[in-house]
């Protein structure tokens, strides 16, 4: 019997597991996927907002504002890649003014700290690439870019090093209630049973609301299409650039990356269902159209990769986060700025169980912190004393983002190893430049083949079912007793 049972491990499921796992409780995470962070957070922009854009007094704008100094906070004790680069919101035009006015007057009622509105010689001064037709721009020095992968992996291994447990190809198929709490059916034959069930199943929560209680919201996802450009055009912008919004959202933003690449969209169309992450010519042709509209010389020639994902979009215009049935409750229908409000979203769970029954009593010792070696951030100097104590570390398997062979090996002995090609990638990099993974692949496919001693027509290129290789073709001798077959 678990006191509490989180269903989702994206950035607001693995938020909740590392707050909870302060206190003496016995936590599970159930994730239908392989790995965290292959929903809503595996495909979003990246950005912590600084809280200008939700209105004033939603949950949105609270947990947003308030979430800004704890993440900032988090990703320095976590190891977490993150810049604390600004926003600005372009006015493009004069009649655009008045919202970047609008926009100022709601960030003070907001509470957001030091946002202030620019001229256009000055938004020129500091961003030069930016179109001559601004007029004016907010500008909010608190929003930061972060690595969304690493910051939900990140709370998800502290919180396991705290005790929490993280059970991977979970599916919840059924929930019932019980004098104790929930039972939950999972893979149509376990069960799991829990005093309190959370419900972070992000893009499908919910379907999972409704196996509980009453339905009364719907998520419909809305796609967003993005660039994902080169670090030849990674110093174009110095800090995300936001159109002035409108009714379907924030618009298409530049941004740099916290891996110096530059990164473009998104855009706004409905998804065809929740796990649609597909794109399409015409959709990629209005972002890169609109963005030029910001910044008119970006070289869309730079492209490395194309992606999409998708919103938790619902009927409703703010967060649902609520007690929906006794025990049960929803962190549900975060969109924008969920990224950002995760934190905050985590602890406002933590008050509500409290508030639950359920006795919050710290740890006498909670494990608050982590580092991982990142290779090509070293001097020389540490390199080649990394190198005498472990020579992996001397073998790049990544030309691109120069990752090595000890790298890889420290993510395969972490509280979560990687079990994909793709997960590699989004822990060590490896497979994210210019060639996406044309030259490393094979080579950490190799290793992973090797780490779990499986065929490597066995290794998976990221979920379930995605086989890199389908069959053996050929066998040859390498020696008069070897064979190698591919």
């Known amino acids: 019997m678990f006191d509490v049972a989180i269903i989702g491990a994206g950035i607001v499921g693995a938020a909740t597991a590392y707050e909870l796992s ?7 995470v159930l994730e239908r996927e392989n790995d965290v962070a292959l929903g809503a957070t595996k495909a979003n922009s990246a950005v912590i907002h600084a809280g ?23 990703c320095a004790k976590l190891d977490v890649p993150h810049k604390q680069c600004g926003a600005m919101v372009l006015a493009l035009s004069d009649e655009e003014v008045e919202i970047v006015e609008f926009l100022y007057n709601q960030a003070l009622e907001n509470g957001v700290k030091d946002t202030h509105i620019l001229s256009k010689e000055e938004v020129l001064h500091l961003e030069p690439n930016v179109s001559r037709d601004v007029a004016a721009a907010l500008h909010a020095p608190t929003a930061m870019i972060v690595d969304p992968w690493e910051y939900t992996l990140a709370l998800a291994e502290t919180a396991m090093r705290n005790g929490v447990e993280i059970r991977f190809e979970t599916e919840v198929t059924g929930i019932t209630s019980t004098e104790r709490g929930y039972k939950i059916t999972v893979n149509a034959a376990e069960t799991v049973e829990t005093r309190i069930l959370i419900n972070a199943a992000g893009l499908y929560a919910d379907d999972i609301h409704n ?8 998520i419909s996802p809305a796609k967003g299409e993005y660039w994902l450009l080169d670090k030849s055009e990674g110093a174009r912008v110095s800090c995300v650039l936001f159109q002035c919004p409108s009714k379907a959202g924030k618009g ?23 796990d649609d992450v ?9 972002v890169r159209d609109t963005a030029k509209k910001s910044v008119p010389e970006i070289d869309f020639s730079a492209v490395i990769r194309s992606f999409s994902g ?9 967060f649902i986060i609520r007690e929906a049935a006794p025990g049960f409750i929803d962190l549900a ?52 004393a990394l190198i005498e104590s472990d020579p992996l570390y001397g073998r790049v398997i990544c030309r691109c983002e120069t990752v090595t062979e000890g790298e890889i090996r420290d993510a395969l002995l972490s509280p979560i190893p990687p079990r994909s090609v793709d997960a590699v990638k989004r822990r060590t990099n490896a497979g994210m430049g210019r060639c996406q993974g044309g030259f490393c692949g094979p080579r950490v496919l190799e290793i992973l083949a090797k780490h779990y001693g499986i065929d490597r027509v066995d290794v998976l290129q990221d979920r379930a079912g995605t086989f890199v290789l389908t069959s053996k073709t050929k066998e040859f001798a390498t020696t008069t007793t070897d064979k190698v077959s591919f």
Not at 211 to 218: C, E, G, H, L, Q
């Open 252 to 274: 298409v933003l530049v941004t740099p990356t916290v891996h110096g690449n530059l990164l473009v969209g998104p855009g706004n169309i409905p998804a065809m269902d929740k």
């Open 310 to 318: 998708n919103r938790a979009q619902t009927e409703h215009s703010d």
């Open 333 to 384: 229908g975060i969109k924008s700025p969920g990224l950002s409000s995760a934190p905050a979203i985590a602890k406002m769970a933590a008050t509500m169980i409290s508030d639950c029954g359920v006795e919050l009593q710290e740890k006498e010792s909670f494990i608050d912190s982590r580092r991982r070696i990142r290779f090509n951030t070293l001097s020389p100097e540490q390199k080649a």
């Open 22 to 28: 302060r206190y003496n409780l016995n936590v599970v």
């Open 278 to 286: 597909s794109t399409t010519a015409d959709e990629l042709k209005y």
């Open 52 to 74: 200008y854009d939700p209105s004033p007094g939603t949950l949105m704008a609270k947990l947003d504002v308030k979430s800004v100094a704890i993440t900032k906070e988090l």
């Open 211 to 218: 196996m509980v209680a009453k339905p009364d919201f719907t």
